[in-house]
């Protein structure tokens, strides 16, 4: 797992890929963070972060997608995937190497992001509890995504198409946890299933982190969410990695 | 398989046990059974879609079988997998490798995937038998094909293995660079089991110390690439050019020999003899010829194509 990390984590420095990336999740999270139109962090003038957490979720489901199709679309494409497979590493060894990768690739482009956490500094004294609880939910939403998008990555040899469908699949699930999708949920299948949905809603959990409140349940839902997504990437390539 | 000899015995590195795959209403590969020992060049031999990759994906664990078993040195395939995985060495068919990467952070990658503890020695003796020190440091996407399949070869060597399984290995190349891979596959031979697909039957002869003729996902023949040639229709057939006058006597005296199964005249000058099984009787055709007026004579190799057309043609009727 470690030798799959190593060369995955690499491969994001070695081409124009991981850096053009980086410059457009800095600027466009920049945009989202200072825009009249969106945060307003300067106009707002509040020495916290909310103006920033508040749009990474939306950026993210797009920006993950393009992190997350290469990892198995491009290893199945190209063969690789038959030179991996047949090394003695298992499976899942693999998968996690790679996940692992990605999502530490994630984390440096978040930690790049430092520059709005020191402006919110000179415009005040945040409270730099919320800040780390509000970079832990960025992280671990970045994490979920990424999970859901390695296995459209491991379901089709095409990275457009495995993009498309981790887009479509990880709006899907941002949309499940707005109130007027839950409200129209009620209205259709009754409370009960609106309060299953609202569990079950990704944008809740990030929410409250973001906002400082470090919840039990809210780092379990990120776990099952992104262990199960793994574990359902691991069965679709175990099936499909040799057609 | 009767009247085929096989190489002696060693000991059992590879056993494959009615291995089958389908894909859908495909026959891939039709319960084949063979083993391979130390020492074994075993050449897979057999048309285009025949199931020779399949089931060397199968071998490596690349592809899981629908019924049958592999065991590698001992270990069982669908048991064992990574300790059988640490035996095999393999190079699959379009040599695949991570094209941004240079060649020697490949070799890298996969001596630290495979545990090997001294990745330096490793690959310096890797990159020595593949002749790539030219291009170690450039990135395997600008390497020729040629280069690119000497790369993906070191990868198959970085730990030494015990077995090789090694699909189409010279393809791609370029005659000098053939010729060189051969020489490597087989100073690699003692010691190890080597399974090596290919269609060029020259290779085969070359290279392989057994054979396995493929069709159709079922081992048609398991053989020596000697013993092959022996069956092939003109091995040991003499073509004799001579003086025409001395020809009609000649025909009727070796239509008499217990040796010669038949004499097909070519021309004025020139006949074929044709022996009784593929046998080697050019002696007695010298003492026959005493004292005639010869042009030439011309001893014929049996050929591994004409014998692989035959097999396989059979199976496709």
């Known amino acids: ?243 | 398989m009767e009247g085929y000899s096989k190489p002696a015995a060693g000991e059992l590195l590879i056993e494959v046990q009615d291995l089958a795959k389908h894909y859908g209403p495909i026959r891939a590969v039709d319960g084949i059974s063979f083993e391979v020992r130390r020492g074994d060049v075993l050449g897979f031999l057999g048309p285009n879609g025949a199931g020779k990759t399949t089931a060397m994906k199968m071998i490596t664990g690349f592809v899981e079988p629908d019924r049958g078993s592999v065991r590698v040195a001992g270990h069982d395939l669908a048991n064992a997998s990574l300790e059988a995985r640490r035996k095999i060495g393999y190079l699959p068919e379009t040599a695949p490798a991570y094209g941004e990467m240079t060649v020697a952070g490949f070799l890298e990658f996969v001596a630290e995937a495979r545990g090997i503890d001294n990745i330096a020695a490793a690959l310096d003796r890797v990159v020595q038998a593949a002749a790539l020190g030219r291009v170690v440091h450039q990135t395997i996407e600008t390497l020729s094909k040629g280069f690119q399949r000497r790369v993906s070869l070191a990868q198959a060597l970085i730990h030494d293995p015990e077995v090789l399984i090694l699909d189409e290995p010279t393809d791609g190349l370029d005659p000098n660079q053939k010729a060189s891979v051969q020489e490597l596959i087989t100073s690699l031979s003692a010691g190890r089991a080597i399974v090596l697909s290919t269609h060029i039957l020259d290779e085969a002869e070359r290279v392989c110390n057994r054979a396995l003729v493929i069709s159709e996902g079922r081992i048609l023949v398991d053989s020596t690439p000697e013993a092959l040639i022996a069956k092939a229709p003109n091995h040991n057939v003499m073509r004799l050019v001579l003086d025409s006058t001395a020809l009609p006597d000649l025909m009727t005296s070796l239509e008499g020999k217990p040796w010669c199964d038949r004499v097909e005249r070519l021309s004025e000058t020139t006949i074929d003899i044709y022996p009784q099984r593929g046998e080697n009787h050019l002696g007695a055709l010298m003492e026959l010829t005493a004292g005639l007026e010869i042009h030439s004579i011309h001893l014929q190799e049996g050929r591994l194509n004409e014998l692989f057309r035959d097999i396989t043609r059979g199976v496709e009727a």
């Not at chain 1, 003038?45 to 797009?62: E, G, H, I, K, M």
């Not at chain 1, 509890?129 to 491991?154: I, R």
């Open chain 1, 1 to 243: 797992m470690k030798a799959v990390f190593r060369r995955e984590f690499k491969a994001y420095f070695s081409s124009p890929l991981g850096y053009v990336y980086i410059v457009i999740f800095l600027v466009a999270s920049g945009f989202l963070t200072l825009s009249r139109d969106f945060g307003r962090m300067l106009e707002l003038r509040q020495a916290d972060l909310a103006s920033f957490f508040d749009y990474l979720p939306w950026l993210f489901v797009v920006l993950v997608p393009a992190v997350a199709m290469r990892l198995w679309a491009e290893e199945r494409k190209s063969g690789t995937v038959e030179l991996l497979l047949t090394l003695p590493i298992t499976l899942e060894g693999a998968y996690l190497g790679k996940f692992l990768a990605g999502w530490s690739f994630l984390g440096v482009s978040l930690f790049l992001t430092w520059p709005v956490a020191y402006q919110a500094a000179r415009l005040g004294n945040p409270d730099w509890g919320v800040v780390l609880s509000g970079y832990l939910a960025s992280l671990l939403t970045a994490g979920a995504f990424l999970a859901v998008g390695m296995l459209f990555s491991a379901l089709s040899r095409n990275q457009v198409v495995a993009f498309i469908l981790a887009v479509a699949a990880s709006v899907a699930f941002l949309l499940l946890g707005l109130p007027q999708t839950l409200e129209t949920i009620g209205n259709l299948l009754g409370g009960y299933v609106e309060q299953l949905f609202a569990s079950l809603s990704l944008v809740d959990h990030f929410e409250a982190l973001s906002r400082g409140l470090v919840e039990l349940r809210s780092l379990v839902f990120f776990f099952l969410f992104t262990i199960g997504w793994l574990a359902s990437g691991m069965l679709v390539l175990d099936r499909t990695r040799a057609t």
